[in-house]
């Protein structure tokens, strides 16, 4: 129990460490355009852009003052990098859902995940307030297609997971990428990454001041599961303890059954030993007599 304890304690000295922390955390499934997006944001080459599983833990880097970008490992990939992005989740100030143009509408396992990166927050009212979608690989498709793709997420969104109320971004890296490279203003701003970056700049006053109800949530999530430990911990015992109960009454029953079976042989040792007592008596008595016929007729 004390182990438990004090791993408590640590954990929660670790949250409020970190809790000095905001942090904008990406995510989605790989190959979504996460890293690239977060690299736009920052104007530097942080994070690795790959077309292959690259991101397999999360990295953190400071954007400004006490502000963290978070890349995150790409979902249904590994079962590993789900456990690791999901770690990050419920740190998160603001999650940044990333969706790519490419495969057209969100896809099942990314509405799943929405509604499991809720668990992590209050309550929906708030997690809401804190996402938001981007829609990346905007130049990949025309933009009624485009815009067909965000009716589309957002009415799916709102249908599985009762999200509204909350802001979508277009967005194209290769768009500001080429632009800052080109100087060419009018490809930065129909990238919609100065959109975003506003957007977000905006929001940090606001979850400084959530910082103690963030700091707060998480602790509650580290008692839960702290609790769910030691439940697991609770049945375990209680089936080791089952297991050497059942062991003790084998024994018992079998050390019963010995006792029994001793018990009666006893019985009939002892019955046969009377039994052949009695014999023996008998024969003494008719040694006995004989002694005494032979002693008259001889004496």
């Known amino acids: 129990m004390k182990n438990y304890v004090d791993e408590f304690e640590k954990r929660i000295a670790k949250i409020?460490?970190?809790?000095?922390?905001?942090?904008?955390?990406?995510?989605?499934?790989?190959?979504?355009?996460?890293?690239?997006?977060?690299?736009?944001?920052?104007?530097?080459?942080?994070f690795v852009e790959q077309d292959i599983r690259t991101t397999m833990v999360n990295k953190e880097i400071q954007w400004f003052d006490d502000v963290y970008?978070?890349?995150?490992?790409?979902?249904?990939?590994?079962?590993?990098?789900?456990?690791?992005?999901?770690?990050?989740?419920?740190?998160?100030?603001?999650?940044?859902?990333?969706?790519?143009?490419?495969?057209?509408?969100?896809?099942?396992?990314e509405l799943k995940a929405i509604n499991n990166m809720k668990r992590f927050f209050e309550n929906d009212k708030f997690f809401w307030e804190h996402f938001c979608l981007v829609i990346t690989f905007l130049d990949s498709d025309s933009q009624d297609n485009i815009n067909v793709i965000?009716?589309?997420?957002?009415?799916?969104?709102?249908?599985?997971?009762?999200?509204?109320?909350?802001?979508?971004?277009?967005?194209?890296?290769?768009?500001?990428?080429?632009?800052?490279?080109?100087?060419?203003?009018?490809?930065?701003k129909l990238s919609g990454i100065l959109e975003l970056r506003e957007y977000l700049k905006e929001k940090t006053g606001l979850w400084r001041k959530e910082i103690d109800s963030v700091r707060m949530r998480r602790i509650r999530n580290e008692k839960e599961n702290i609790i769910d430990e030691l439940n697991n911990e609770k049945k375990c015992?209680?089936?080791?303890?089952?297991?050497?109960?059942?062991?003790?009454?084998?024994?018992?029953?079998?050390?019963?059954?010995k006792?029994?079976?001793?018990?009666?042989?006893?019985?009939?040792?002892?019955?046969?030993?009377?039994?052949?007592?009695?014999?023996?008596?008998?024969?003494?008595?008719?040694?006995?007599?004989?002694?005494?016929?032979?002693?008259?007729?001889?004496?």
Do not use: W
């Not at 995510?27 to 942080?46: Q, T, Y």
């Not at 007592?277 to 005494?292: A, G, I, P, T, V």
């Open 259 to 299: 006792l029994e079976n001793i018990i009666i042989e006893k019985r009939y040792n002892d019955q046969n030993l009377e039994e052949k007592r009695r014999m023996l008596n008998s024969l003494e008595e008719d040694l006995y007599d004989l002694k005494e016929k032979h002693n008259r007729e001889y004496f």
């Open 237 to 257: 015992i209680e089936s080791r303890i089952k297991i050497v109960k059942n062991d003790i009454k084998s024994k018992q029953k079998y050390f019963y059954n």
């Open 16 to 46: 409020n460490e970190e809790s000095r922390r905001i942090r904008i955390i990406n995510a989605g499934i790989m190959n979504h355009g996460k890293s690239s997006l977060f690299n736009s944001i920052l104007d530097e080459e942080h």
């Open 150 to 188: 965000k009716e589309k997420s957002l009415a799916d969104i709102y249908a599985n997971c009762e999200g509204e109320k909350f802001p979508i971004f277009l967005v194209s890296n290769s768009r500001y990428k080429k632009g800052k490279k080109e100087n060419k203003e009018g490809l930065i």
């Open 69 to 109: 970008l978070v890349d995150t490992p790409g979902l249904s990939a590994e079962i590993s990098d789900d456990i690791e992005a999901y770690n990050a989740y419920q740190n998160a100030n603001m999650i940044v859902f990333c969706h790519t143009a490419k495969v057209g509408e969100l896809h099942s396992n």
